[in-house]
């Protein structure tokens, strides 16, 4: 029996039947939903073989997008994510010619190995040795070099928003192109003391976090000066994080950009830095054994941190699935964290630039 989540006239966001592409609900509802779309296609492949049988093309067509081409794991064939090309031309530079799209994995009891390992590389940080990670790159560089190729968006749910980022983070860092992100439940591997709901205790552990940080930094020999600076060099691109603080997967997020904050009055200069920017492994590796510090996946300089705020969720997959995203019902927290400046204050629920 196909789900109704699959269905775009019943799930999808049939709300929005003109996008204005200033809108922030209309420009995360359409990230969204190309996603969505990804998901459909991977079921499709699965599932359904007549084209009249299809599924997924409603969840692009709908705001106006081409499907232009597919991203295929080699390994295990699975559709991880997808090219849309806008159908017209449009002046703005609000409308995307082109957004990559890239789904997320169902870690369930049957999932296939393959997904498990995809699960481990992200954790183990060492996504960027995985095939899939190197076709994604290939195609978004071919696809930011071609002649109008425009205005390009990335867009990624679960580990498919990991693989977002860090493309993302190779196309600042090796083209210096900045491309528009958006980061749906994006992973955070770590403990997530964000769901605690006793504040003081949850409070009390971020600072003893924090405290242990600045001490692993300071046995780190912090204080010698970086010749790279990830953080600096990233700065200046800011995604687009979407987060629930109900889901274990990605609510750490909001805990991170908190302590950044508080870490100002425990450090000064580079021994902050050191701390802000790796985490508690990654420092104690440096400090016992002395290695070298290594750029970490997860870990932003910048982001529009959106956080949903429609109450607490039924459960772990609510709060984890796509969907939720394009609920016209829902109302978002939205902040602007940037570095070196760590805080710039709340942000109206609009999309800035």
């Avoid at 190779?170 to 605690?196: A, D, G, H, Q, W």
């Amino acid at each position: 029996m196909t789900s109704h989540r699959k269905v775009f006239n019943i799930s999808g966001p049939t709300h929005l039947t003109v996008v204005d592409w200033r809108n922030a609900h209309h420009r995360r509802t359409v990230a969204a939903s190309l996603i969505q779309g990804v998901y459909t296609l991977e079921y499709d492949r699965l599932h359904r073989h007549g084209p009249n049988e299809a599924l997924a093309p409603p969840w692009w067509n709908f705001f106006n997008f081409n499907l232009d081409c597919v991203l295929v794991d080699d390994v295990d064939l699975s559709i991880f994510g997808a090219v849309y090309k806008y159908k017209y031309r449009d002046p703005s530079s609000k409308v995307p010619n082109y957004v990559i799209a890239f789904r997320g994995e169902a870690l369930r009891q049957d999932s296939r190995p393959e997904a498990v390992e995809l699960a481990f590389k992200c954790i183990s940080n060492k996504l960027q040795q995985t095939s899939r990670f190197q076709l994604a790159m290939q195609r978004v560089e071919k696809i930011v070099a071609s002649p109008g190729a425009g205005n390009v968006w990335l867009a990624g749910h679960s580990l498919g928003s990991a693989m977002a980022l860090l493309v993302g983070k190779n196309m600042v860092i090796k083209r210096n192109c900045f491309l528009e992100t958006y980061l749906f439940n994006p992973p955070f591997p770590s403990v997530p003391l964000e769901l605690i709901k006793d504040e003081k205790l949850k409070g009390g552990l971020r600072f003893a976090g924090n405290v242990v940080k600045v001490g692993l930094a300071l046995a780190a020999d912090a204080r010698k000066p970086q010749e790279h600076d990830p953080f600096a060099a990233l700065s200046p691109w800011i995604p687009h994080l979407f987060v629930n603080a109900d889901d274990a997967v990605c609510a750490e997020y909001i805990g991170y950009f908190e302590s950044r904050k508080k870490l100002q009055g425990l450090a000064d200069g580079e021994i902050q830095r050191l701390a802000m920017q790796n985490p508690i492994r990654n420092l104690i590796k440096c400090a016992a054994f002395g290695k070298d510090l290594e750029d970490t996946l997860h870990l932003l300089p910048s982001a529009y941190l959106n956080v949903i705020n429609g109450g607490p969720s039924n459960n772990f997959r609510e709060a984890h699935r796509i969907h939720q995203w394009w609920n016209p019902n829902f109302r978002f927290d939205i902040q602007l964290y940037q570095y070196p400046h760590v805080f710039r204050g709340k942000q109206p629920n609009k999309f800035v630039n």
